[in-house]
């Protein structure tokens, strides 16, 4: 949450020519409420089964799209089996404070206590790392440098040296 996924996954869709897709957007449609207020009325395990359905319908497409899924498809224990394929898998990432201080400037996302963000990050990000093609720390940098990282990480040839943790 806070990473700009939304911001940076409209840059990369763009730079493709490809669909954007993301789960606040998607949620937005089917349930006609954001995920802050899903969450009040919901409940935060709706909202992440929500999320976790909208990641499975983006990845169901046929067409290639860009998609930025909710951090919560981090808990998921299904996660490598879903991200599994040829997707090209990119995760933001970055300092705690800061992504809990971003999020909570929005207005569609649920906030989130700094320790309890901390504790998210340590469950979702090894499963993540362990699904992504390119981790990219967002702490410092602007969204179309993120971008650009990602359309050099694509433009690299299959079995090239990897970038970023993994």
Known sequence: MGSGKTTVGRLVADRLEVPFVDS???????????ARQITRRRGVDALHRLEADAL?????????AVIAAAASTGDLASIERLL????????????????A????????????PVDE???LA??????????????VDVTSIEPPAVADRI????????GSEPIGPR
């Open 24 to 34: 606040d957007a998607q949620l937005d449609d089917v349930m006609d409420l954001t």
């Open 117 to 119: 963000a901390r504790e």
């Open 56 to 64: 499975r319908d983006a990845l169901g497409r046929t067409e290639p």
């Open 84 to 99: 599994g394929g040829d997707e090209f898998v990119v995760l933001l990432e970055g300092d705690v404070e800061v992504l």
């Open 151 to 158: 359309m050099d990480a694509m433009s690299r040839p299959a």
């Open 101 to 112: 201080e971003r999020a909570a400037s929005g207005s569609h996302r649920r906030s989130v």
């Open 122 to 135: 340590a469950i979702r990000g090894p499963r993540l790392k362990k699904v992504a093609d390119l981790v």
